[in-house]
């Protein structure tokens, strides 16, 4: 069973910055891809950025430009780095990987909260 633990969240000003962690436990498989999701209160859960094993990236527009997805695949860790962090972008953070056991199965964190301030 893969787990997935992520790190980085709290409270910034606008225009600051954070690194989201995301480390991934419990398999010997491929991590075909690893991305990062947000859900504000009331919204559904968006695509905020994502990477493959091959390192294709791939970035909501809403983010483009200010953050930045990348991954250790010895260490099975992806990285989110979120730069000129405005208050819309207040959210939780949901890590997601997809894992090549033979059938490509996901899974989800548990979320790490993201909170902006004007």
């Known amino acids: 069973q893969v787990q997935l633990v992520e790190s980085g969240g709290g409270l910034v000003q606008a225009g600051g910055s954070l690194r989201l962690s995301c480390a991934a436990s419990g398999t010997t498989f491929i991590i075909k891809r690893i991305a990062w999701y947000r859900q504000a209160p009331g919204e559904q859960r968006d695509l905020v950025a994502a990477?493959?094993?091959?390192?294709?990236?791939n970035y909501a527009d809403s983010v483009k430009d200010r953050f930045t997805i990348s991954r250790d695949n010895t260490k099975k860790t992806a990285f989110l780095q979120m730069n000129s962090l405005k208050p819309e972008d207040t959210a939780v953070y949901y890590c997601?990987?997809?894992?090549?056991?033979?059938?490509?199965?996901?899974?989800w964190g548990q979320g790490t909260q993201v909170t902006v301030s004007s």
């Open positions: 997601h990987v997809v894992v090549d056991e033979d059938s490509l199965n996901q899974y």
């Open positions: 990477i493959t094993s091959s390192g294709h990236t």
